[in-house]
């Protein structure tokens, strides 16, 4: 079972990035999948979720900026975001629960830097 995430970088505040996470060894329909972020010195925290059922969540700072997606076909999970802001720099995490469990399964993270 492994997550492995892609897509980060450095980008001007306004600006865009897509983030990816492509999940082995499970199917991500059958899964919660989430993303959370953390910032140096700060706790990691949620940013956004889509449940087995298509319903999404949405951490308030992020919410009409940042879109999550599945992509069945190929067992992915994207994060796309828009309008980025110098507070969204953070290393990114994909992860992934069984019903509304404990998250137990995350990826190693790709790092997303805003340029003011």
């Known amino acids: 079972v492994q997550l492995v995430e892609s897509g980060g970088g450095l980008v001007q505040a306004g600006g865009s990035l897509r983030l990816s996470c492509a999940a082995s060894?499970?199917?991500?329909?059958?899964?919660?999948m989430g993303w959370f972020r953390q910032a140096p010195g700060k706790e990691r925290e949620f940013v956004a979720e889509?449940?087995?059922?298509?319903?999404?969540s949405y951490r308030g700072s992020v919410r009409g900026r940042f879109t999550i997606s599945r992509d069945n076909a190929n067992n992915t999970v994207s994060l796309q975001m828009d309008n980025l802001k110098p507070e969204d720099t953070a290393a990114y995490y994909c992860?992934?629960?069984?019903?509304?469990?404990?998250?137990?399964?995350w990826g190693q993270g790709t790092q997303v830097t805003v340029s003011s």
């Open positions: 992860a992934a629960r069984v019903g509304d469990g404990a998250y137990d399964t």
């Open positions: 060894g499970f199917t991500v329909t059958d899964y919660n």
């Open positions: 889509v449940w087995r059922s298509g319903i999404r």
